[in-house]
């Protein structure tokens, strides 16, 4: 049991989480490592949205709720953390949910299909092909999911996949700490916050954007400039870290 006056609490839960799904074989070994460098950068934010990634996600929702098709894509690690938050998401945005695995197995692709099931998301199923120019199992998706999709929601994606779906001519929204990534650096979006925190802050935006205001925000999207704000804002933090 972790005390709840832990000043840690949320990240030790999240970790106890993680190892459970990783024993389940939810969540791949390596996707362990992967979250070791997000909780880094976490710490260089205060571990709480900033200004710059609150911005990122009311223009993630905006991005969401003007698409033909869009889809959110789902790994282990988003799974393993943020289940509920997915299933309110695909409520207020109407996306699409497909299981997308980097270190794809029919029995892990099974065993998140039926934990985000549980929690009240509805999982695209059929046939994978393979759609995405990559090689090996990463280039399968649903032709009737992601291989239709014009936005595409990858949070915790790897930089390869999401080029890979830039150069399909996709609109890609990542989540990423890690504002130096090359996903962060590739995708059309990036929300540079923990995702248990910014799926929840697109999905309230979704209901709270003003009329024109997704339009505005649309318009004036500029990843780079959100990536320098997110940069500058570690940078603040690290200037004052001892004072
Ligand atoms: P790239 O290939 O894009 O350069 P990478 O090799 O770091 O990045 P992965 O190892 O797949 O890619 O890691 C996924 C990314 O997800 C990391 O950049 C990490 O910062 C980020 N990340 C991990 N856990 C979380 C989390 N809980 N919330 C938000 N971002 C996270």
Redesign the pocket.
């Known amino acids: 049991m972790i005390p709840k006056d832990h000043p840690r609490y949320r990240s030790l839960v999240?970790r106890e989480r993680l190892a459970r799904c990783a024993r389940e074989g939810i969540v791949a070994m390596?996707g362990l490592?992967?979250?070791g460098?997000?909780?880094a950068?976490?710490y260089l934010i205060g571990e709480k949205t900033t200004k710059s990634a609150a911005l990122a996600a009311r223009t993630a929702a905006a991005i969401l709720l003007s698409a033909r098709h869009a889809v959110i894509s789902v790994n282990g690690?988003t799974a393993a953390?943020a289940a509920d938050e997915i299933a309110a998401l695909q409520r207020a945005s109407g996306a699409d949910v497909e299981v997308n695995l980097?270190h794809r197995t029919e029995e892990r692709m099974a065993l998140i299909t039926r934990l985000l099931t549980e929690h009240g998301v509805r999982v695209l199923s059929g046939t994978p092909e393979r759609l995405v120019p990559l090689s090996h199992d990463r280039a399968l998706c649903l032709p009737e999911g992601i291989g239709d999709a014009d936005v595409v929601l990858v949070?915790?994606?790897?930089?390869?996949r999401?080029a890979a779906l830039r150069a399909m001519g996709k609109t890609v929204i990542t989540?990423?700490?890690?504002p130096l990534?090359?996903?962060?650096r590739?995708a059309t979006l990036t929300v540079v916050?923990?995702?248990?925190r910014?799926i929840p802050a697109i999905t309230a935006a979704c209901s709270s954007l003003g009329p024109g205001e997704g339009e505005r925000l649309v318009a004036s999207l500029d990843n780079t400039y959100l990536l320098r704000a997110a940069i500058d804002e570690m940078r603040e933090r690290l200037a004052h870290a001892l004072e």
């Open positions: 999240a390596e490592a992967a979250h460098r997000g909780e950068f976490d690690n953390l980097f949070p915790l994606e790897d930089g390869d999401c989540i990423d700490l890690n990534s090359r996903t962060a590739t916050d923990e995702v248990t910014a």
